[in-house]
């Protein structure tokens, strides 16, 4: 029996689907959402079940709309470009929630290095950060302990998590979707819950 071939460039076939199916978890998108010209639903669930080998092409543009690396998709290696440190010490402080860390070491980027890929890097975050910042700072002001109704709770972490999907963070708005729809279900308003979460798989 002939072995079976694969794409010089990806890996099995099955482990391909397999990580494809984390990142579009994890990004909060369903196989309709995350679907292109010329690659449906039903393609992306033959390629996640691994009973089709994705073209380097298509697994670009896959990587693109979930937001990681195509290598990562493709073989299960991420590409490392470190970039100046400021760079790292600014991303790890926004992922730890230190806003203000973080804007301090982007600023820092755009005043001592003159790398275009950096500048442009540092400036597409500190923009994000600001939309964040502020979604952060609501959630914390609004949902500990300035809002007892749980609908009304849920209520403000879902118009956080449309402003976030507006300004292209699906992952944040993902986080703040789960938030809200954990509230609503609390609060046995299934009916709101089960059109929220319709809306958002629709996004």
Do not use: N
């Not at 292109?36 to 393609?43: E, F, I, M, T």
């Not at 230190?98 to 003159?114: G, H, K, M, P, W």
């Not at 998590?161 to 609390?186: C, E, I, Q, V």
Request: negative net charge; hydrophobic residues 40%; contains cysteine.
């Amino acid at each position: 029996m002939t072995a079976p071939h694969y794409h010089a460039h990806v890996d099995d076939p099955v482990a391909v689907g397999r990580r494809l199916k984390e990142a579009r978890l994890a990004a909060g998108l369903s196989q309709r959402s995350l679907s292109l010209p010329g690659c449906s639903s039903a393609y992306i669930s033959r390629l996640e079940a691994g009973d089709r080998v994705p073209s380097l092409q298509l697994l670009r543009k896959l990587a693109q709309k979930l937001g990681v690396d195509e290598e990562y998709l493709a073989r299960g290696v991420e590409r490392v470009d470190e970039g100046p440190p400021e760079l790292v010490e600014a991303e790890v402080a926004r992922r730890l929630g230190d806003f203000e860390l973080a804007r301090e070491r982007y600023q820092a980027v755009l005043e001592a290095t003159s790398a275009p890929a950096a500048r442009e890097e540092a400036a597409g975050q500190l923009a994000q950060l600001r939309g964040e910042t502020l979604a952060e700072e609501d959630r914390r002001e609004l949902v500990p302990g300035g809002l007892d109704d749980p609908g009304d709770r849920a209520r403000v972490l879902w118009r956080h998590s449309r402003t976030l999907l507006d300004r292209g963070d699906r992952k944040g708005a993902a986080r703040y979707a789960r938030d809200a729809l954990a509230l609503l279900d609390y609060a046995e308003d299934r009916e709101l819950a089960g059109t929220r979460e319709r809306e958002f798989a629709r996004a």
